[in-house]
C-alpha cells in the first residue's frame, strides 16, 4: 500500500522542514498550497482537505496526486480551516487509507507561540480575527494566549490517538528526529535541517533559526 503521511503540527511548528525531508526522500508533498504544475486541481490544501471530506467522505479525495501533506491549515483569502484540530475528518482519512501515518511536528510552545507573533500578520491579526478551533475570535494575540492553545492542540492529538501506532510526535529540533521519523514512515531520508527560517529576531533579540512556517 503506497505510504500516505498527514502532519497534524500547527503553523511554525517545522511543517516546511518535514515537507523539505519528505520530499528529498522522494514522496510527493502538498505543503500549504497546492500549486500551478503539482497536480491536475490547485488550491489550499485545507480546504481541498474538506472539499474531499464532505463531498465524498475522502479527505484525500482532491489529494490523489500526493503522498503527504506537511501544512494543512489555512486562515486567510477568508478562509478559517484546521483539518489537524478535526477528528471527525482525521477518522475519514483512518477509515478510507488504512497504514496511513499522522506525525505531530512540536517544537517548544513558546517558541512556536513567539513565531506565530512575528510572522506576518499571523498572530497580531490573522489568529485573533478568526475563530479558529480551540482559539476562538477574539482570542490569540498574546503569547500566553497562544500557548495554552498550543499546548491543548498538542494535549488533544496526543488523547485521540493514544496507544495508536500510526501515530508519532515528532520534536523537530530533537537531534535523533531524522532517525525517529525515518524509522516510523520506514523509508531513508537523506536530508534534515532547517527550512523556511524565521529571520526576524526574537522577543529576546536573539535570532531564531528554528523557525519555519
Known amino acids: 500500500m503506497p505510504l500516505k503521511v498527514m502532519n497534524l503540527g500547527l503553523p511554525k511548528s517545522g511543517t516546511t522542514t518535514l515537507g523539505q525531508a519528505l520530499t528529498a526522500a522522494g514522496l510527493r508533498v502538498a505543503d500549504w498550497k497546492v500549486r500551478a504544475g503539482q497536480s ?20 484525500w479525495q482532491h489529494l490523489s496526486d500526493f503522498d503527504a501533506a506537511t501544512e494543512c491549515s489555512i ?23 488504512p497504514g496511513m501515518r499522522f506525525v505531530l511536528t512540536v517544537r517548544p510552545a513558546a517558541r512556536i507561540s513567539d513565531s506565530m507573533g512575528r510572522w506576518s500578520n499571523l498572530g497580531r491579526r490573522r489568529l485573533p480575527d478568526a475563530a479558529v478551533p480551540g482559539l476562538p475570535e477574539g482570542y490569540g494575540a498574546t503569547d500566553a494566549q497562544r500557548i495554552r492553545w498550543i499546548e491543548g492542540h498538542h494535549a488533544f492529538c496526543r488523547q485521540v490517538f493514544a496507544g495508536a501506532d500510526d501515530f508519532l510526535e515528532l520534536p523537530v529540533e530533537a537531534p535523533d528526529a531524522r532517525d525517529r521519523l525515518a524509522g516510523f514512515l520506514g523509508i531513508d531520508l537523506p536530508w534534515w535541517g532547517v527550512a ?15 523557525d519555519d512556517a
Open 75 to 97: 486562515v486567510r483569502d477568508g478562509l478559517n480551516l484546521w483539518p489537524q484540530t478535526d477528528w471527525g475528518l482525521i477518522s475519514g482519512l483512518r477509515d478510507r487509507h
Open 40 to 59: 491536475t486541481v490547485r488550491g489550499y490544501v485545507g480546504r481541498l482537505m474538506y472539499d474531499g471530506w464532505f463531498s465524498t467522505g475522502d479527505p
Open 196 to 210: 523556511n527560517a524565521n529571520t526576524r529576531r526574537t522577543a529576546t533579540g536573539d535570532d531564531d533559526p528554528d
